[in-house]
């Protein structure tokens, strides 16, 4: 499928002059949402993605945002960047057979002075301005960041058998999350070392193994990936709890 772009005439909204663009991924099939689009589905009467966007939108650290969605997807995804007024988004791109594939239909559509990028799951609408920020700065003393969460639950290696061969120091585990970031320049020379950029499973995960700089921001346990149908129920709980702090 050849890649489409929307672009969209928006007046962006005033950010900081170190701010950074954000490639939000939202393409993925939800085969775990019973056959509905996560993206659109609402909490609490908002749009998963509008609330991801919105988020961004009002964080001084990002510039613009580019949206990588399905096909079908993208007159839907424009209408609900019009309706919540998101400022910052100046493209609308389609993406590839998988997450690599989709996180490099956007990046082509960065500008040649844009050094750096964050790249976040549509379906992550609790990730707050804080967090954004310390991983978009982590990008001026590391080749790449990412936000983490720590595992607190005791963690134990399991044989294809089921049985526990080990319980493993869990003093040094964290959940990768998102938003990860990558300086563009060394990311794109990353994935042309490696042998199949489209298998590794995050974006940072090829700066890893490729052997560059990676930094580690412990984020907010609040910011959970939309997933399956009972995620809801714990998103409307987060908004709820937010209401009344």
């Known amino acids: 499928m050849n890649q489409t772009k929307t672009k969209l005439q928006y007046d962006v909204c005033r950010h900081n002059e170190d701010a950074i663009p954000v490639i939000i991924v939202a393409a993925g099939s939800s085969s775990r949402m019973q056959g509905i689009n996560k993206q659109f589905m609402p909490i609490l009467g908002v749009p998963v993605i509008a609330r991801t966007l919105m988020a961004f939108e009002k ?26 007024m998101i ?8 993406g590839g057979a998988n997450r690599h594939q989709s996180v490099m239909n956007g990046i082509k559509v960065l500008d040649k002075n844009d050094l750096q990028v964050l790249i976040h799951d549509g379906a992550r609408p609790f990730v707050d301005c804080q967090t954004i920020g310390e991983v978009a700065r982590s990008l001026n003393a590391y080749d790449a960041a990412l936000c983490v969460t720590k595992i607190n639950d005791t963690v134990k290696k399991v044989n294809a ?3 526990v061969m ?14 990860q970031g990558v300086n563009i320049k060394e990311y794109m020379l990353a994935c042309e070392s490696v042998n199949d950029a489209d298998s590794f499973t995050d974006d940072v995960s090829i700066m890893e193994a490729t052997g560059y700089n990676v930094k580690a921001v412990v984020g907010s346990g609040k910011n959970i990936k939309i997933t399956t149908p009972d995620d809801i129920f714990i998103a409307e709980s987060i908004v709820k709890g937010e209401s009344e702090e």
């Open 161 to 163: 058998e089921g049985k």
């Open 59 to 84: 964080c001084a650290d990002i510039s613009k945002i580019i949206i990588v969605t399905a096909h079908d997807s993208v007159l839907d995804m424009q209408t609900v960047c019009e309706k919540y």
């Open 87 to 94: 400022t910052k988004l100046t493209d609308i791109v389609v």
């Open 166 to 179: 080990a319980t493993v120091d869990r003093s040094m585990l964290y959940s990768a999350q998102t938003p």
